[in-house]
């Protein structure tokens, strides 16, 4: 397979999985919210969580925050790896790092590093001077 398509369908699925953590922390909110709100309807006042909701809430984030490392590895293995660089995966990828900005402490780090780096290389991405 040619080099510059795997890039794009790595960058594809990277960008697919740099989701998955807001997928767990729903998940969990979910459990968590019936799992009370089943409490409140037929139980007593004492809130308890069984231990099989406690877990699956958990795993759900875990797995999450797994698949974010997962995604980072394959965005960083499209550009740098595979030399995808493409205008719509440099948008994405600002727009990820702008995001992770608001993780403190270590999204903010990383991504202060991505976007300095985003934006050092634009050039590589074929957007020049110009961002119209």
């Known amino acids: 397979m040619h080099k510059e398509?795997?890039?794009?369908?790595?960058?594809i699925l990277g960008?697919?999985?740099?989701?998955?953590?807001?997928w767990g922390i729903a998940d969990t909110?979910?459990?968590?919210?019936?799992?009370?709100?089943e409490i409140t309807l037929f139980g007593t006042n004492e809130p308890?969580?069984?231990?099989?909701?406690?877990?699956?809430?958990a795993l759900s984030t875990v797995l999450g925050f797994f698949l974010f490392l997962v995604s980072i590895c394959l965005l960083a293995i499209s550009v740098v790896g595979l030399s995808y660089r493409s205008k719509w995966l440099f948008w994405t990828l600002t727009i990820y790092?702008?995001?992770l900005l608001l993780v403190f402490p270590?999204?903010?780090?990383?991504?202060i590093m991505v976007l300095s780096a985003?934006?050092?290389?634009?050039?590589?991405?074929?957007?020049?001077?110009n961002f119209t």
């Not at 398509?5 to 960058?11: D, E, F, M, S």
């Not at 979910?30 to 009370?36: G, L, Q, R, W």
Request: charged letters at 15%; zero cysteines.
């Open 48 to 57: 308890k969580m069984p231990k099989e909701e406690m877990s699956s809430a």
């Open 118 to 129: 985003l934006f050092l290389s634009r050039k590589k991405f074929g957007l020049g001077d």
């Open 5 to 11: 398509i795997l890039g794009k369908y790595v960058a």
């Open 97 to 99: 790092s702008t995001v």
């Open 29 to 37: 909110y979910f459990i968590m919210s019936s799992t009370f709100q």
């Open 106 to 111: 270590v999204g903010t780090l990383f991504g």
């Open 15 to 22: 960008a697919i999985l740099f989701l998955s953590p807001l």
